[in-house]
T-cell receptor
Framework: AQSVTQLDSHVSVSEGTPVLLRCNYS??????LFWYVQHPNKGLQLLLK??????LVKGINGFEAEFKKSETSFHLTKPSAHMSDAAEYFC????????????FGQGTELSVKP | KAGVTQTPRYLIKTRGQQVTLSCSPI?????VSWYQQTPGQGLQFLFE???????NKGNFPGRFSGRQFSNSRSEMNVSTLELGDSALYLC?????????????FGSGTRLTVV
């Protein structure tokens, strides 16, 4: 069965410093992986997706993620945090054996201090 | 282009009642999925519809049901509401069944059962 583990439930950074949100996945075959962001009282917005093309994936708002098969990781990074990045971030794997249902990690809450 | 539209945004219902939530996908998208989000369980897959057929179902009791119309709009119904059904219900649409292009989420319907 496929699963994702987000290694930190909460990350706090200062504005202008780098962001690293960690995610490990478990999959018996080549997965489709996503990062979504959820701002308070809002739905989920797709940040980026990996679907077996380039291992370094660039997304919106300056975020990127690197797929590392040997480490089964898909960490999300951003060089410089902005106050508007404060939100909850979800690492997601698509279970292509079951019609593509999404399996969500438990989420990482990102706080950005001025 | 309009996003995924969910109605209503908020609902308060009494235990034992039933409720119907609506989701209009992005124009041209034929796959609609439903997810339940709670603080304790996180985001969990309910079911996915494609071309008016349920293609996949999560581990929820039979009180949770759904359908999809010929215009791809979808409804989900919860009968005999329980306090534990209080949650944010999110709908997601995708161009294709397995969602390898990514899913677009609506803002959700927040259901409170009292």
């Amino acid at each position: 069965a496929q699963s994702v583990t987000q290694l930190d439930s909460h990350v706090s950074v200062s504005e202008g410093t780098p962001v690293l949100l960690r995610c490990n996945y478990s999959s018996s075959y080549s997965p489709s992986l996503f990062w979504y962001v959820q701002h308070p009282n809002k739905g989920l917005q797709l940040l980026l997706k990996y679907t077996s093309a380039a291992t370094l994936v660039k997304g919106i708002n300056g975020f990127e993620a690197e797929f590392k098969k040997s480490e089964t990781s898909f960490h999300l990074t951003k060089p410089s945090a902005h106050m508007s990045d404060a939100a909850e971030y979800f690492c997601v794997v698509s279970d292509n054996n079951q019609g593509g249902k999404l399996i969500f990690g438990q989420g990482t809450e990102l706080s950005v201090k001025p | 282009k309009a996003g995924v539209t969910q109605t209503p945004r908020y609902l308060i219902k009494t235990r034992g009642q039933q409720v119907t939530l609506s989701c209009s996908p992005i124009s041209g998208h034929r796959s609609v999925s439903w997810y339940q989000q709670t603080p304790g369980q996180g985001l969990q897959f309910l079911f996915e519809y494609f071309s008016e057929t349920q293609r996949n179902k999560g581990n929820f009791p039979g009180r949770f049901s759904g359908r999809q119309f010929s215009n791809s709009r979808s409804e989900m119904n919860v009968s005999t509401l329980e306090l534990g059904d209080s949650a944010l219900y999110l709908c997601a649409s995708s161009l294709v069944l397995q969602g390898s292009y990514g899913y677009t989420f609506g803002s959700g319907t927040r259901l409170t059962v009292v």
